[in-house]
């Protein structure tokens, strides 16, 4: 736990020294949402077409981020001194995943409120709730996905193209079910409360694939 | 079975090519894959083949010293 | 050293006569469907291909915990012929699928029919999976991370298969529920036949192609031993496990 905590304490301290990351994904999220509005030609949308074009635009970001994950450990040495310190190493998987998350979660103070003002139609205060508990579920599958995926893609040849083509299948599921939770939440007139089916099966995914990673994790470490 | 008719049945004269074309695909696809691994078995068997003379070869090698050394 | 040829003549000849048995059962014994009318022959033949190909993932899921927990890259073969096998399968599969889609509603793709969707999706998935081993030159960790994603795209299968089954809500002719209340007796006779006919189908190309490896395998390392390293051609442009 301790280990974790000091992996995240120095990736977090180096993305407020840096910037690399965070920025870049509110960028491309804003970027996108303006192509969105080109793209489909609307002025404003809702329900389920606004869940959906919310929900992609986060997903595709997700990847442009996990893309970075590793970066800094593969090119300066850090698997290296990590599998030597006697820590656990599942410790790497956790910091990484609570990383990805924070980095999610703050794009999305960002991107939500951006998406309100430039795309959606029915005010976001009264729904924000609703949508807050989809996203960070829907942030918690992205995470696990984006750090498994990223993990895997650092020692390949093409990582910037591994990562992606693998990740963006791996979370279809996650997309359904958050673009169908969110899409109740998001429509002009309603309680804007998720459906319980599609949180169920969002939860479902984020448990599977959390205990799949942690059981996996340790054999993407090995030298 | 109860069904929404938006299927339209097609007569069997009709709809046959549809049904044959599907199992063709199937049996093309079977019949291309066990072709490639004739091949790779193919060339195996050329290696097995190009192993064996060297075996032997390396065996006849060792007879003629042998019998040179007996002789000798 | 395994022979994995034992037992595949066994297995080849039980496929044929299965197999054989499945399309005199299809086309002679089937009824004709009341809605679909002959088109739905077609039934019989994508619905085990699909059934057989997600369980070949899945079971290369399965062979990947065995080359983790054992550590003999053999088992990673394994994993990998069944992936290969499963990913042959599921092409065929989509095709037909593809094909009962333009027959029966007159488009080449519908999205109403989720197995065929979750399926396209599993596909694109495992898609990647020879990518992805290329793009890793150390063979050891090569073996190891496709492994790694082997186990992560098989749990995959499941999750995905329920995620799209519940996010198509339309009502439509659910000719692919399996077994249940819809197939009349004769049908479902049919189906199984079919059914355990593309296994043995399976297993016997599985088998087929771990010989075929193997020998090759052995083929290499007593080269290797009898004319030494540099006798021994670099695989090249492959992927599969050596």
């Known amino acids: 736990m301790r280990t974790a905590l000091a992996v995240l304490r120095k990736d977090l301290r180096l993305e407020l020294r840096t910037f690399e990351t965070v920025p870049a994904m509110a960028l491309f999220s804003l970027t996108t949402f303006v192509i969105f509005h080109f793209g489909l030609n609307r002025a404003s949308i809702e329900g389920q077409l606004a869940a959906g074009v919310l929900t992609v635009t986060l997903l595709f970001a997700a990847m442009l981020g996990a893309g970075r994950l590793f970066v800094a450990e593969r090119e300066q040495g850090g698997f290296d001194a990590f599998l030597l310190a006697p820590v656990d190493r599942n410790a790497m998987l956790v910091a990484k995943a609570a990383a990805m998350f924070i980095f999610l979660a703050v794009l999305e103070l960002v991107a939500v409120p951006a998406f309100a003002l430039l795309l959606l139609r029915p005010a976001l205060w009264p729904r924000l709730l609703g949508l807050m508990a989809v996203l960070a579920l829907a942030d918690l599958g992205l995470a696990v996905i984006g750090t498994l995926v990223s993990a895997i893609a650092i020692h390949t040849r093409a990582r910037d193209l591994i990562g992606p083509i693998v990740g963006l299948p791996l979370l279809i599921p996650a997309l359904i079910a958050t673009a169908r939770a969110a899409g109740p939440v998001l429509q002009a007139h309603t309680s804007g409360s998720p459906p319980g089916k599609w949180v169920a099966i969002l939860a479902l995914y984020d448990c599977v694939f959390g205990l799949v990673a942690y059981a996996v994790f340790d054999f993407l470490l090995e030298e | 079975m109860i069904t929404l008719a938006t299927s339209p049945a097609l007569a069997p004269g009709k709809a046959a090519p549809y049904v044959i074309a599907a199992y063709v695909v199937f049996l093309a696809i079977v019949l291309i894959y066990v072709a490639i691994m004739a091949k790779r078995l193919r060339s195996n068997e050329r290696d097995l083949a190009d192993l064996k003379r060297e075996v032997e070869q390396r065996r006849s090698v060792e007879e003629e010293q042998r019998d040179r050394e007996t002789v000798g | ?242």
């Open chain 3, 1 to 242: 050293m395994t022979l994995y040829g034992k037992g595949l003549r066994a297995l080849t000849l039980a496929s044929i006569v299965t197999i054989t048995v499945a399309l005199v059962l299809v086309f002679f014994y089937a009824p004709l469907d009341a809605d679909q009318g002959f088109v739905q022959k077609i039934f019989y033949l994508h619905v085990p291909l699909a059934i057989i190909s997600l369980c070949g993932f899945v079971l290369g899921g399965l062979l990947a915990i065995g080359h983790l927990r054992t550590g003999d890259r053999i088992w990673d073969m394994r994993s990998y012929v069944a992936i290969h096998m499963a990913l042959i399968f599921g092409i065929a599969g989509l095709i037909s699928g593809s094909i009962w889609a333009k027959a029966s509603w007159g488009h080449w793709w519908v999205w109403n029919e989720p197995t065929l969707v979750s399926f396209l999706i599993v596909l694109l998935l495992f898609a990647t999976y020879q990518p992805l081993r290329f793009s890793i030159e150390d063979p050891e960790r090569q073996a190891r991370y496709a492994s790694v994603f082997a186990i992560t795209a098989g749990a995959f299968v499941p999750l995905n298969f329920i995620a799209v089954r519940l996010a198509q809500q339309f009502v439509h002719p659910r000719v692919l529920t399996l077994g249940g209340g819809n197939l009349p007796g004769s049908m479902r006779l049919t189906f199984f036949v079919s059914l355990i006919g593309i296994a043995l189908l399976y297993a016997t190309l599985w088998k087929y192609e771990m010989t075929a490896k193997n020998a090759r395998m052995q083929t290499r390392r007593l080269r290797r031993r009898l004319m030494g390293e540099d006798a021994v051609r670099p695989l090249g442009r492959s992927a599969a496990p050596s």
